[in-house]
């Protein structure tokens, strides 16, 4: 489904590039020139730069970040585009998801050192809750997927691997194994790598309700 055009004009204000960095659970170090690991590209622990004080020259908007790894940067939804492999228009309609369509009441071109919780923002009364207009794609996702070694070792050929939808993301680096519905329909991908915690998907894909599961044979 082709998403409408969203102007980025009206995104800008629901969230500093603070809150996206909280939004994205990034482990930042630093407040003035915060560094952390690229969550695509991985590197070191400075590979990903993001400045809550510059100002991005095209959108004219606080807020500003660099993937070191790729010479990558851009304003705050390119930060969303760029970590969770969206395109911009992608990411703006995330953005508008997570955090709705409420202006906090300060100037998106200004920065704070501190953010309230968006618990404590209080809804508005006559915005009627809109329904999301992102949505995960499990195809495009297992189209990036590539065979890998690990598979292997875990008794997969590639094109059994490709089946199931099992594979390694290149630029990621981790190992996704699907988690499907009893009707087959892929809920979501757990990530593996060595030495590293189970990767649990942010949201896993709501099940169908228009489709009833073949019966199990005795």
């Avoid at 629901?14 to 994205?24: H, P, Q």
């Avoid at 939804?77 to 228009?89: D, N, P, R, T, W």
Wanted: charged share 25%.
């Amino acid at each position: 489904m082709k998403l409408p055009y969203l102007d980025f004009q009206t995104v800008y204000p629901l969230a500093e590039i603070i809150d996206l960095v909280r939004m994205l659970n990034l482990p930042v170090k630093g407040t003035a020139n915060m560094r952390c690991k690229c969550p695509v590209h991985d590197g070191d622990d400075r590979t990903l730069s993001i400045t809550p004080s510059a100002m991005a020259n095209r959108s004219q908007t606080m807020g500003v970040f660099k993937c070191w790894a790729t010479n990558e940067g851009g304003d705050r939804i390119g930060l969303v585009a760029h970590c969770m492999e969206l395109s911009q228009q992608e990411a703006a309609h995330f953005i508008k998801e997570q955090f709705g369509t409420v202006v906090p009441d300060r100037d998106t071109k200004s920065h704070r050192e501190t953010v309230p919780d968006r618990d404590t923002v209080p809804a508005n009364p006559r915005q009627a809750p809109q329904a999301s207009t992102y949505a995960f794609d499990p195809d495009k996702f297992a189209s990036r997927l590539v065979y890998h070694e690990d598979l292997r070792e875990l008794g997969l050929d590639e094109a059994m691997a490709k089946e199931l939808a099992f594979g390694f993301h290149p630029q990621q680096k981790w190992l996704y194994i699907p988690v499907r519905w009893p009707t087959g329909q892929v809920a979501g991908w757990l990530g593996f790598r060595k030495g590293e915690s189970l990767k649990i998907p942010p949201r896993w894909i709501p099940a169908p309700t228009n489709v009833v599961a073949l019966p199990r044979r005795a």
